[in-house]
C-alpha cells in the first residue's frame, strides 16, 4: 500500500447519478472544490431508461441519459472535478478519511458524499436484456405512463411489486402479475390491495419463461412451475420488481445498515453514523427512489458536508 498515490480532498462523492451530481453542484457553489467519481455505470440508473417525464423543468420530458449529461455539464461548469473511477474500499478509522480508487490511488477526504445509488435485480433472461428500454422497464413510476390503457405484465410479490401494480392498474387496462410461489411476501394491506383490484390478474407458481418481441414487447411467455404449462399473453409493457440492491458493500462494517445494506440516515438529514460522512440517493432510500428526490438529498448532503466543514474550521 506503501506505493499508492495519495492526494486529499476536503469534500469526495463518490457516484454520479441525480444525487451526486446534485451534490456536486451545491458543493462546487459553495467553494468547498468537491471530487467526484463517476463509479462503475456513469450517470446511474438513468442512463438505462428511455424518456423522463416527471422531472421538474423539462415540459417535453427529456432522454434519461440526455438529463444525466446536463446533470455532468451543470456540475463542471460549478467547478465540480469529475473524474472516471470506482470507489474500491475505505478507511474510516482516523481522519481525513481514505478513499480507494481502483485500488490504486488512496484519497484522503475530510468530508466524504456517498452517493452509490442502487441497481434493480434482473431476472436474467436475455429476451430481457434486449427488451430493456423497450417496453421492459425496472420502474413502474418511471415508465408505467408509456402503457397508458394497454396490457402489461409485473413480476415480483415484494411490496414493490404489489405497489407498482396498484399504480400500473389505474393507468393501465390488465396487469398480468407473475408471483414465483403461492404466496406474496407483501405486507398484508397490500396484498389486500393487489387481491382487491379487478384487473390485476394473479399468476401463482409462475415465473417468466421469456418475454415476446423482436424490437419492443409484445407479450410474455408464462410458465407454472407446479404443472409445466406454459401460456403466452400479450403485453406492451413488462416491469421486473423483484428488489433492488443498494451499492454499500465496500462500507459494510464502518457504517450503520439496514439488513439489507441501506445506509441508515438520521432521518431528515443525510448524516451516517460517521461524523463527515453523508449518504445522499438510492443508497440511502428504498421508498422513494426517484430521480427528483435523489436530486433533492444530494443538495442535502451538500449543504450538510458545508456546515460540517464550516463547523471544523475546515473550510
Ligand atoms: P423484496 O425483497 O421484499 O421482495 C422481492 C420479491 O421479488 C419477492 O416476492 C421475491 O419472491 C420476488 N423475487 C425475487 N427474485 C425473483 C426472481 N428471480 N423471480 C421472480 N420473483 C423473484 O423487495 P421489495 O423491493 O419488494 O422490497 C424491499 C424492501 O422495501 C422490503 O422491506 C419492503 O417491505 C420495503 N418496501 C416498503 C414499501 C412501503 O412500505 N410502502 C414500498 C416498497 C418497498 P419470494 O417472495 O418468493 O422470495
Redesign the pocket.
Same mark, same amino acid.
Given at each position: 500500500m506503501e506505493n499508492n498515490i495519495i492526494e486529499k480532498t476536503h469534500v469526495l462523492i463518490i457516484g454520479s447519478g441525480p444525487a451526486g451530481y446534485t451534490a456536486a453542484i451545491y458543493a462546487a457553489r459553495a467553494n468547498m472544490k468537491p471530487v467526484l467519481y463517476q463509479g462503475i455505470q456513469p450517470g446511474g440508473q438513468l442512463t438505462i431508461t428511455t424518456e423522463v417525464e416527471n422531472y421538474p423543468g423539462y415540459p417535453e420530458g427529456i432522454q434519461g441519459p440526455e438529463m444525466m449529461i446536463h446533470f455532468e455539464k451543470q456540475a463542471t461548469r460549478m467547478g465540480a472535478d469529475i473524474r472516471y473511477g470506482l470507489a474500491t474500499k475505505v478507511d474510516f478509522s482516523t481522519q481525513p478519511y481514505k478513499v480507494w480508487i481502483d485500488d490504486e490511488k488512496i484519497i484522503e477526504t475530510d468530508a466524504l458524499i456517498i452517493c452509490t445509488g442502487a441497481s434493480a *435485480?434482473w431476472?436474467g433472461l436475455p429476451s430481457e436484456q434486449r427488451l430493456n428500454g423497450f417496453g421492459v422497464s425496472a420502474c413502474a413510476v418511471c415508465d408505467g405512463f408509456f402503457f397508458k390503457g394497454k396490457e402489461v405484465a409485473i413480476? %415480483? $410479490? %415484494?411490496?414493490? $411489486?404489489a405497489?407498482e401494480a396498484l399504480y400500473l392498474s389505474k393507468l393501465c387496462s390488465t396487469v398480468h402479475m407473475i408471483v414465483?410461489?403461492d404466496a406474496?411476501? $407483501?405486507?398484508k394491506v397490500m396484498q389486500e390491495r393487489v387481491l382487491n383490484t379487478s384487473n390485476i390478474k394473479i399468476y401463482w407458481n409462475s415465473?417468466t419463461d421469456e418475454i415476446l418481441g423482436d424490437n419492443k414487447t409484445e407479450g410474455v411467455r408464462i410458465k407454472n412451475t407446479k404443472t409445466g404449462e406454459k401460456i403466452e399473453v400479450p403485453i406492451s409493457g413488462f416491469f421486473v $420488481?423483484? %428488489?433492488?440492491q443498494p451499492n454499500s458493500d465496500i462500507f459494510k462494517g464502518w457504517i450503520d445498515m439496514d439488513e439489507?445494506g441501506y445506509i441508515k440516515t438520521i432521518p431528515g438529514t443525510s448524516k451516517t453514523n460517521i461524523e463527515g460522512v453523508f449518504a445522499a440517493g438510492d443508497v440511502q432510500d *428504498?421508498?422513494y427512489r426517484q430521480a427528483v428526490t435523489a436530486a433533492g438529498s444530494g443538495c442535502m448532503a451538500a449543504l450538510d458536508a458545508e456546515r460540517y466543514l464550516t463547523a471544523k474550521g475546515i473550510a
Open positions: *435485480k431476472l413480476v %415480483g $410479490a %415484494g411490496d414493490t $411489486a405497489e414465483r410461489r406474496m411476501r $407483501a405486507s415465473e $420488481a423483484i %428488489g433492488h439489507t *428504498k421508498n
